[in-house]
């Protein structure tokens, strides 16, 4: 059983899929493993830390998929980048199906089985396994910590013998993982924090971080949460009410962090232009959905904007990977904790379940054809 972890482009993605400690791992569940040379190296992770817990390092991507059982990596990789692969073989990564139906048509038409980390269903047993989850939970403490480098002013109240300095307020907007994590990073840093949230079990768990929560609590937000936990896209109406109630709200903060994402979908606009000139000179706002089209009206992706009225919007691209090294752990674990249960301990070798549940709801593509329910009616497939 070979398996491979990719260099990713390092230009856009400087996390890898594999450590030094799951490579012992794959190799106790009987996997050779094979890392393209520099793979780690944007995470802090050299050649030689890969060497010595067992892998073997390969000149580049094409050495490592050659003859592979199992691919590793952080994005999707394209269709020529498989052509070595075994037919059959599972490539594991964070996929980003949605709209891309002829990139995955062409994966498909290598024979490979793809799966989408991100598609992991949020339930008990895949909690280890749940890349959006620990990687948003990184993008959240990034985001404090980008908003404090950019505001010209400390977070917490001092006070000292030349006066007393105020806290900051800080307004979160969206209280998912990378949220919650926002809220509690800024309550570290003595800032003043309120949050919201269209999901109604949101509330007590801002509240529980010891932030204000701030929301328009009627019918619709209480039936606002999918089964799955995921926040449903609002009416006009319901938006057009929380809009009114955060404006004023919004104009007294000095940092606002949206991070409202819905799988699919453009990312809902929740600051307007008018917000945006409410706050005072020298606020920071710092949009986690800028990748999706932004929360924010005016952020532009992967740059810093400062607005005439002064103030700063920041729409930094990949925020976990910021944080690579720490990324590039956890989303390690999170594939070996998938790739764990592929295999067949005893045997030491493939032994994939496609009845699980797991399986069926992260699986793109297999036997030359888009097979996902939710991509296979209009993706193009090959036979």
Do not use: C
């Amino acid at each position: 059983m070979r398996l491979a972890v990719l260099k990713e482009d390092l230009t856009v993605e400087p996390r890898v899929a594999g450590s030094p400690d799951t490579v012992r791992r794959y190799l106790g569940l009987g996997a050779e493993v094979f890392v393209a040379s520099g793979a780690g190296l944007a995470s802090g992770i050299g050649d030689g830390e890969y060497e010595g817990a067992g892998a073997k390092v390969v000149a580049d991507n094409a050495a490592a998929v050659a003859g592979a059982d199992i691919v590793l990596g952080v994005r999707r990789p394209a269709a020529a980048a498989l052509a070595g692969a075994n037919r059959g073989a599972l490539v594991i990564a964070i996929a980003d199906p949605h709209g891309q139906e002829a990139a995955l048509g062409e994966i498909a038409g290598t024979g490979v089985s793809l799966f989408a980390m991100e598609l992991m269903p949020r339930i008990t047993r895949a909690q280890v396994m749940d890349v959006l989850s620990s990687q948003a939970n990184l993008a959240g403490y990034r985001a404090v910590v980008d908003a404090a480098a950019e505001f010209g002013r400390a977070f917490p109240m001092m006070m000292t013998a030349a006066g007393t300095v105020p806290a900051a307020r800080v307004f979160v907007m969206g209280a998912g993982v990378a949220g919650l994590q926002a809220i509690a990073t800024a309550r570290r840093l003595g800032a003043v924090v309120s949050a919201t949230d269209v999901r109604p079990a949101s509330k007590e768990q801002v509240e529980s971080l010891g932030a204000k929560f701030i929301a328009v609590e009627d019918e619709e937000f209480k039936q606002a949460e999918t089964a799955g936990g995921y926040a449903k896209a609002m009416s006009a109406e319901y938006q057009a009410k929380q809009a009114a109630l955060t404006a004023s709200h919004i104009a007294k903060q000095d940092i606002v962090i949206t991070t409202a994402l819905i799988p699919g979908r453009a990312a809902p606009k929740l600051v307007s232009a008018d917000m945006v000139a409410s706050m005072k000179p020298g606020s920071v706002l710092i949009d986690l959905a800028v990748e999706r089209g932004g929360n924010v009206e005016g952020a532009v992706a992967g740059d810093v904007v400062t607005t005439a009225n002064g103030v700063k919007i920041v729409g930094h691209l990949n925020v976990p990977g910021r944080l690579a090294a720490t990324a590039s752990q956890l989303y390690a674990k999170n594939l070996y904790a998938f790739v764990e249960t592929l295999v067949d301990k005893g045997t030491k070798s493939l032994a994939v379940k496609w009845d699980d549940e797991l399986v069926k709801a992260t699986l793109l593509t297999r036997d030359g054809a888009v097979v996902h329910p939710s991509f296979a009616p209009a993706a193009v497939t090959a036979a």
